[in-house]
């Protein structure tokens, strides 16, 4: 994650492009990728500050989910207990995407404001577009 440039220098996500290791090209750009480029940052400058070695950051791709309105969603599962890819849809794609995005609001803004927004969804109409991408 360090940049090429200066060693004190690193960058994540958006504005990092990484080889993805034993695969051809680069990382695709998905929130998944900058999460785990995140996390291993954060060990990563704790070694930095302290003179140790870094380690090699390595993606793991567990898949796509896509929103298709209130009623529909799909994915496509990679790894895990199969090995290879699994294709879900429905009520089951549909709770892990909206478990996926809990997780994501929880990361970027904490357990009260989530429960506070997640209760205020329920009270009111939704005016967000119901098509989303992750």
Same mark, same amino acid.
């Given at each position: 994650?360090?940049?090429?440039?200066?060693?004190?220098?690193?960058?994540?996500?958006?504005?990092?492009?990484?080889?993805?290791?034993?695969?051809?090209?680069?990382?695709?750009?998905?929130?998944?990728?900058?999460?785990?480029?995140?996390?291993?940052?954060?060990?990563?400058?704790?070694?930095?500050?302290?003179?140790?070695?870094?380690?090699?950051?390595?993606?793991?791709?567990? +898949?796509?989910?896509?929103?298709?309105?209130?009623?529909?969603?799909?994915?496509?599962?990679?790894?895990?207990?199969?090995?290879?890819?699994?294709?879900?849809? +429905? *009520?089951?794609?549909?709770?892990?995407?909206?478990?996926?995005?809990?997780?994501?609001?929880?990361? *970027?803004? +904490?357990?009260?404001?989530?429960?506070?927004?997640? *209760?205020?969804?329920?009270?009111?109409?939704?005016?967000?577009?119901?098509?989303?991408?992750?």
């Amino acid at each position: 994650m360090q940049t090429t440039l200066d060693d004190n220098i690193f960058a994540f996500g958006d504005c990092a492009e990484c080889l993805w290791l034993g695969h051809e090209g680069t990382v695709p750009p998905r929130a998944q990728a900058a999460h785990q480029q995140a996390s291993h940052l954060v060990r990563q400058m704790k070694l930095h500050l302290a003179g140790k070695p870094l380690r090699y950051w390595r993606y793991r791709d567990f +898949g796509s989910l896509v929103s298709l309105g209130e009623y529909s969603t799909v994915g496509n599962l990679m790894g895990g207990l199969s090995g290879g890819s699994l294709f879900i849809e +429905g *009520l089951f794609a549909r709770m892990m995407y909206l478990s996926l995005y809990k997780m994501h609001e929880l990361a *970027l803004h +904490g357990a009260f404001k989530v429960a506070l927004d997640t *209760l205020a969804r329920l009270i009111t109409r939704r005016t967000e577009p119901h098509v989303k991408l992750h």
